[in-house]
């Protein structure tokens, strides 16, 4: 089964359109109190909701482990706020967050805006990119479902994507070149997501994966109604991670375009991640009555290898910051 490559040249477009919108350097003089407690509450948020991001962003400095964690709570937030209440107040909340998550003066009693927008400014992340992203985080009210996979990887690059070309400019990156291999450890990234909670989005009225692949492989809707694990169910899902196993290879060589002090983060983000789809193999593709998740020392036991794995690529030292 072949997959037209165009869901790139649209991906990218997007990518570099957004990079020209780089937000200007934060002048303004913020209490030092205020803007630590406002780190504080994000590095909880993160705490509390991903302990792989957490444990990866643990591996950076302090100054960028903040603001990744920023980034994250600010991700996070947007997201909780359409998952968490009927539609018309997800609207009326959403709208309301995008107003303060972009302004350069959200007020001392929001301190998740108060902390994102610090970081957006200090590290000069381009404001389309966060805009990208609270499109594809409200696009999930009036969800439709995916015709095909150039549909889905258009999403994928809306809320995960923009998350890894954001978190690009904290850790700093070689160039323009590096944002292809951004782009696509964002997409598998937020494919593996997909696969591991195909039961739960089901549940809460949502299916993400490409209709016309499910029917090529002689599955409807009624099959993830029905939550079993058949043979046409195998063989879908093994394209799938495939699909998203060939992506994680191609983005990996990207890590070497990062800052030095970022790398390991990323790799054992994206190496943690990938280990998801070893767990939904083990599992039979039961993504319908469990959720795969890698353990906490499962996780531990991974890192050696990633950090041996990652002292192999090629290093790139000019770095693109400003």
Not at 197 to 202: F, K
Not at 272 to 286: P, R, T
Request: charged share 20%; aromatic share 10%; proline share 3%.
């Amino acid at each position: 089964m072949q997959t037209s490559l165009s869901w790139e040249t649209q991906v990218l477009h997007l990518a570099h359109e957004a990079l020209e919108s780089r937000s200007t350097p934060s002048r303004t003089t913020l209490d030092t109190r205020l803007l630590s407690a406002a780190y504080a509450a994000c590095g909880e948020i993160t705490r509390q909701n991903s302990r792989t991001f957490a444990l990866a962003s643990a591996l950076l400095p302090s100054g960028k482990r903040r603001a990744v964690r920023a980034l994250y709570a600010f991700c996070r937030t947007s997201d909780d706020l359409v998952d968490r209440a009927p539609g018309a107040a997800s609207r009326r909340d959403l709208a309301s967050w995008r107003v303060r998550s972009l302004s350069a003066h959200p007020g001392d009693d929001d301190l998740v805006a108060l902390a994102w927008v610090n970081t957006r400014l200090s590290f000069s992340i381009p404001v389309r990119y966060a805009e990208q992203l609270l499109e594809g985080v409200a696009s999930d009210l009036t969800h439709q479902g995916y015709a095909s996979f150039e549909e889905l990887a258009a999403y994928c690059y809306r809320v995960a994507s923009t998350v890894g070309l954001m978190a690009m400019h904290i850790i700093g990156f070689s160039g323009p070149e590096a944002i292809l291999y951004a782009v696509k450890l964002g997409i598998a990234l937020q494919l593996t997501n997909i696969l591991r909670d195909v039961g739960e989005d089901w549940r809460n009225g949502r299916v993400y994966l490409p209709q016309d692949e499910l029917a090529a492989f002689g599955l409807t809707e009624a099959d993830l109604a029905s939550g079993k694990v058949t043979p046409q169910w195998r063989k879908f899902m093994r394209y799938q991670v495939g699909r998203a196993r060939q992506l994680y290879a191609e983005a990996w060589p990207g890590i070497a375009m990062l800052s030095r002090d970022g790398r390991f983060a990323i790799a054992a983000a994206a190496g943690l991640y990938e280990g998801i789809l070893d767990e939904i193999e083990l599992a039979d593709y039961d993504v319908f009555s469990r959720r795969a998740h890698l353990s906490f020392w499962k996780k531990l036991a991974s890192l050696p290898g990633l950090w041996f794995r990652m002292q192999t690529l090629e290093d790139v030292t000019v770095w693109y910051l400003d």
